[in-house]
């Protein structure tokens, strides 16, 4: 069992440049999401989903787009990078009330 | 909206206890929840606490909650150097994820 897996790991940027953070679980868990990291501002929500085909916005989805095709697979897209987007990024899955967190990708956008 | 506060760093002697402090403002929440984040790790989850409990002790793990004061502690004993990692206090409402609040996060050093 790999649990959440994020690829990739580190990503450095180009403002105006877009990419995919993958986001990934064996757990068939219905519930995923994203959240940043910032210093001294502890997770923030940017979108979730209950379930393949359905997303919703979290607190922060301003710039990220997501989709949920399928059980497993949970990306993040940034359509057009901006410097603000410099973070930690953290994929989730949720199984009744306890969360389950993925190794996070580190984003730095120049 | 709701918020969570913690201290933002901590230092202790290896051997000492630690206490860590979280507040938090939503009077409905369900779950108040410890997450231990190693460096250039994800966020792993350590205990949690209903809401109706005022203690939890797991091993070297006590966690109280205050919730009149709403008021919420983690309680380290015999502090190793293994222990050095930032602590997130979180409370949950209950149900999925997105009503999950997360604090900063404390960062405990622990000293040899």
């Known amino acids: 069992n790999a649990g959440v897996t994020q690829t990739p790991k580190f990503q450095v940027l180009k403002t105006g440049q877009s990419m995919t953070l993958q986001c990934a679980q064996d757990?068939?868990?219905?519930?995923m999401s994203w959240y940043r990291q910032d210093p001294g501002m502890g997770l923030r929500l940017i979108h979730y989903?209950?379930?393949?085909?359905?997303?919703d916005q979290g607190e922060v989805p301003n710039g990220y787009n997501v989709s949920r095709s399928t059980t497993e697979d949970f990306p993040l897209r940034l359509l057009s990078a901006a410097p603000s987007q410099t973070s930690v990024y953290f994929c989730?899955?949720?199984?009744?009330?306890?969360?389950?967190f993925g190794p996070g990708t580190r984003l730095t956008v120049l | 909206g709701e918020d969570v506060e913690q201290s933002l760093f901590l230092s202790v002697r290896e051997g000492d206890s630690s206490v860590i402090n979280c507040t938090y403002t939503d009077s409905s929440s369900t779950y108040l929840y410890w997450y231990k984040q190693e460096p250039g790790a994800g966020l792993q989850l350590l205990t949690y606490?209903?809401?109706?409990?005022d203690m939890k002790q797991d091993q070297r793990l006590t966690v109280l909650l205050n919730k009149k004061d709403k008021h919420l502690s983690l309680r380290i004993a015999d502090t190793q150097t293994g222990d050095s990692a930032i602590y997130f206090c979180a409370e949950g409402s209950g149900g999925y994820g997105q009503n999950f609040v997360f604090g900063p996060g404390t960062r405990l050093s622990v000293l040899p």
């Open positions: 757990m068939n868990h219905e519930y």
């Open positions: 989903s209950v379930g393949a085909g359905i997303t």
């Open positions: 606490i209903f809401s109706n409990m």
């Open positions: 989730a899955t949720q199984f009744v009330d306890t969360q389950y």
